[in-house]
């Protein structure tokens, strides 16, 4: 099995910064990408952020965080984070981290969803 464990998520002030960890565990033979997800109040799950292993590393941002956000892994390539500047009342959601994997306990390739972390940015 794999599990997906994210950190870092509170309270942040109107322009601030702040750092979101995300850390996969357990069985992982390979991982495909990592990526960050945001449900803000009453609206969908939308991507923020997600970085690829292959594809000399590919990154995919959301429309309303390119420039401000910026994805990254460690060199283990478990680990992903979520550096976010410029924060604004819109970014307040819960985020979740997907962990798309091969799990060798299993042998298949799926995602993996982490139990989410709030942040709520104060105006």
């Known amino acids: 099995q794999v599990q997906v464990v994210e950190s870092g998520g509170g309270l942040a002030h109107l322009g601030g910064s702040m750092t979101l960890s995300c850390a996969a565990s357990?069985?992982?033979?390979?991982?495909?990408?990592m990526g960050w997800y945001r449900q803000g109040p009453g609206i969908q799950r939308d991507l923020v952020a997600e970085?690829?292993?292959?594809?000399?590393?590919?990154?995919d941002y959301g429309d309303s965080v390119k420039g401000r956000f910026t994805i990254s892994r460690d060199n283990s390539g478990n680990t992903a984070y979520l550096r976010m500047n410029d924060l604004k009342p819109e970014d307040t959601g819960i985020y979740y981290c997907?962990?798309?994997?091969?799990?060798?306990?299993?042998?298949?390739?799926?995602?993996?969803w982490g139990q989410g972390t709030l942040v709520n940015v104060s105006s």
């Open positions: 970085i690829f292993t292959e594809g000399g590393g590919r990154i």
């Open positions: 357990g069985s992982i033979f390979s991982i495909y990408s």
């Open positions: 997907l962990v798309d994997a091969v799990s060798t306990s299993r042998g298949t390739r799926s995602g993996v």
